[in-house]
């Protein structure tokens, strides 16, 4: 492997590519510790090293943005408004028929789709910076402390402006640097950005378990960890393959069609986006209380069923709505009428079904029957951080599961997967072998 790497190195156009993307890392990373202008940077500091402080509600955010969330840096927003717009762009293709022709269009029609989830991540930005100077001032943001009540210097309405437009240029800021590493460097961009993120808070996360758990669960953790790395890639890589054979034509003089290949559908078809939508719904609910009177009895339950991971009510309602969103997102994304049609049209059939509506429902079958271990697989990773939180107390300090592991474990394979093409592009072997 290590061979491979130098090889890699040795290539000029690839290893421009490789040097440009490290580049535009380390200018992500920089940046999400570049304080936003008017804020009491010394005091921030000290709410974020009290354990007891920022944590949970913001957990999810504050995952994708490498920690800048809590730091409140320029890219406290990170990735999150252009993940947010690009799966609504996606849903409203079910919804919008100008959204669905637009995807059929090919390439002019993605980049018009592109365009649309630019804007609406700018949108987004404005709503979400919006929404996170609110919590400062109110000091929701580190749990109502008083000592974290206010961290705004300027408390004007010109200083909360300078700080929404900040937090909003740097959202557009990382948006660019993606789409740039997608151009002009190897992988996705965004993936990219996000596997950065999500990976600079294993070391403080490792650290932090050996501090407080001692040499014997740290061993126990980094155990387990390898145990769920070559489970989630072995589960990641596995599919199932529905035979596809194209019948022989003639156009003009030539023959076309006659060969063999196959339709490939993952066991995890959803990808994360299933956890992150339970993540996401189950939050609500603290979020509603947080208006609510303390006192309230409805508040008080929420608070005690459904804040912390370690309530039978909680895990049993995070593990429901995975599956449900791992069923809805498929069937969001994969149609199997549209599959049907194309094959129809191309002059291919599935060996034994008949094209048309046999076919459909015969993908229709394959998938749901597919999408079930593919739902269990997510639901049992997105708990391996609650049961963490239950036998050792290291919910926030467990990077080994949830959205953090299925994100650098996907994200990791695909890079590797486009650097070994480029790389047997010039008849050299891939970087695993």
Known sequence: MLGAIGRAFRTPDLRNKLLFTLGVIVLFRLGSFIPAPGIDYSQVQT??????????????????????????????????????????????????????????????????????????TIALAILNATTLVTTVRTGALFGNVDACMNLIQNDTWWGICIIVLTLTAGTALIMWMGEQITERGVGNGMSILIFTSVAAGFPAALNSILTSKGIDIFAIVLAVGLLVILAVVFVEQSQRRIPVQYAKRMVGRRMFGGTSTYIPIKVNQAGVIPVIFASSVLYLPTLISQFGDPEAGWVQWINAHLTRGDHWIYILTYAVLTIFFAYFYVAITFNPEEVADNMKKYGGFIPGIRAGRPTEQYLSYVLTRITFPGSLYLTVVALIPLIALILIDANQDFPFGGTSILIVVGVGLETVKQINSQMQQRHYEGLLR
Do not use: D
């Open 47 to 120: 709410c974020v090293a009290s354990p007891a402080l920022g944590q949970g509600a913001f957990g999810l955010i504050n995952l994708f943005s490498g920690g800048a969330l809590l730091k409140l840096s320029i890219f406290a927003l990170g990735i999150m408004p252009y993940i947010t717009a690009s799966i609504i762009t996606q849903l409203l293709r079910v919804v919008i028929p100008r959204f669905e022709a637009l995807h059929k269009e090919g390439a002019s029609g993605q980049a018009k789709l592109t365009q649309y989830t630019r804007y609406m």
